[in-house]
């Protein structure tokens, strides 16, 4: 069956502007995750979602960051004006339930310019 | 908060070498303990998993032990090959999907 994919695989923009990166998890998972994993780093949560409850946003580094999560499916993280430091792999992740296992998109590597 | 210390890389060893990846965590309650894997040029993926203590996740030779009373889920592998050079994630996720924490990774090379 199909994974979890995101959109765009890579994306260049310049400093100072917006980028939406958008993840498509597998269907009928209630919980999505997003991740962000920078040169030589660890994976650092950002953002959860768990069914219609509020998201826990307590892992966005910055009021620059937001994301939604449209109909229990599809989600975008929204970065505005866009900083060097935010250039990373953004990964998607999503599970049936928030104790089993995640399934991870392949990821969109940003690179702010 | 919890959290999630692993061993610091890289780790290089010769094929059929015995591998050790060190994890230790800080939790409340009682969460789900993740080895996920990330081969060159791929996304994560689940190695294995155990979900209360004394568990014993195993998958592709690799093994880990969910110990409660040294707060350890230690990665092993008894004879390592070539084609298991890649990042290895210690990971903790509490009983509430927040707070899901990722070890730092610990990149292994094996060289044959």
């Known amino acids: 069956g199909a994974g979890v994919s995101q959109s765009p695989s890579n994306k260049v923009t310049e400093k100072g502007k917006d980028v939406e990166l958008r993840c498509d998890p597998i269907?009928?998972?209630?919980?999505l995750y997003w991740y962000r994993q920078s040169l030589g780093q660890g994976l650092e949560f950002l953002i959860y979602f768990q069914g219609n409850s509020a998201p826990d946003k307590s892992g966005l580094p910055s009021d620059r960051f937001s994301a939604e999560r449209t109909g229990g499916s599809v989600s975008t993280l929204t970065i505005q004006r866009t900083q060097q430091e935010d250039s990373a792999v953004y990964l998607c992740a999503s599970s049936l339930d928030v104790r089993v296992q995640q399934y991870f998109g392949p990821g969109t590597r940003l690179t702010v310019t | 908060g919890n959290s999630v210390t692993q061993m610091e890389g890289p780790v290089t060893l010769s094929e059929e070498a015995f591998l050790t990846i060190n994890c230790t965590y800080t939790a409340t309650g009682y969460p789900s303990l993740f080895w996920y894997v990330q081969y060159p040029g791929e996304g994560l993926q689940l190695l294995l998993k155990?979900?209360?203590?004394?568990d014993k996740g195993s998958n592709k030779g690799f093994e880990a032990t969910y110990r409660k009373e040294t707060t350890s889920f230690h990665l092993e592998k008894g004879s390592v090959q070539v084609s298991d050079s890649a990042v290895y994630f210690c990971?903790?996720?509490?009983?509430?999907?927040?707070?899901?924490?990722f070890g730092p990774g610990t990149r292994l090379s094996v060289l044959p």
């Open positions: 269907s009928g998972h209630t919980a």
């Open positions: 155990a979900t209360k203590a004394d």
């Open positions: 990971a903790l996720g509490d009983n509430y999907g927040q707070n899901f924490v």
